[in-house]
T-cell receptor
């Protein structure tokens, strides 16, 4: 296991289309997080899973966004009816129990461009 | 409230110089801080962390200083190398401990 994997790395879509991103966390990590990062800004928290349960959602996660982690392993983030404002880097992270920066590992992200 | 931020958006240094990147925070109850490095096209990567019961912590070529009186922390990089060029963020966990709160970042450019 080499870390957190995200797919695809880049996605260009037309406004109004639906897109889905996938995240494969580090296998022994039971916590999984999604963040959004726009140009020049730090990552902003979207949602958090512990195993398969989605325990927290940010106000940034509008009704057009949905995230799942069906078996407590990989996760998907879907954006419906994409808007130009959705253009951003979507980062996934995973961690074990215990809150340390060292144990919190980010993937390389999916860069979404909505045209 | 919960917020972290950085003083300068960009910092340019020569190879071999020491770099200092600053961060201010607002929540006096914050007790744990993390520095991340983000290279172009990659996710944030952990550099070093510090708890509020410490004033200083050293790693390999990096030192983090915490001044709780003025709610300020800094990241010092010794003998800066071109490979240190990246965006640096300070961060802390939210009160629920479920999410990281990042500042806006400082872009470090190292010229040789």
């Amino acid at each position: 296991d080499t870390g957190v994997s995200q797919d695809p790395r880049h996605k260009i879509t037309k406004r109004g289309q639906n897109v889905t991103f996938r995240c494969d966390p580090i296998s022994e990590h039971n916590r999984l997080y999604w963040y959004r990062q726009t140009l020049g800004q730090g990552p902003e928290f979207l949602t958090y899973f512990q195993n398969e349960a989605q325990l927290e959602k940010s106000r940034l996660l509008s009704d057009r966004f949905s995230a799942e982690r069906p078996k407590g392993s990989f996760s998907t983030l879907e954006i419906q009816r994409t808007e130009q404002g959705d253009s951003a880097m979507y980062l996934c992270a995973s961690s074990t129990r215990g809150l340390t920066g060292y144990g919190y590992t980010f993937g390389s992200g999916t860069r979404l461009t909505v045209v | 409230g919960e917020s972290v931020g950085l003083h300068l958006p960009t910092l340019s240094v020569q190879e071999g110089d020491n770099s200092i990147i600053n961060c201010a925070y607002s929540n006096s109850a914050s007790d744990y801080f993390i520095w991340y490095k983000q290279e172009s096209g990659k996710g944030p990567q952990f550099i070093i962390d510090i708890r509020s019961n410490m004033d200083k912590r050293q790693g390999q070529r990096v030192t983090v200083l915490l001044n709780k009186t003025v709610k300020h922390l800094s990241l010092q990089i010794a003998a800066t190398q071109p490979g240190d060029s990246a965006v640096y963020f300070c961060a802390e966990f939210n009160q629920a401990g479920t999410a990281l709160i990042f500042g806006k970042g400082t872009t470090l450019s190292v010229s040789s």
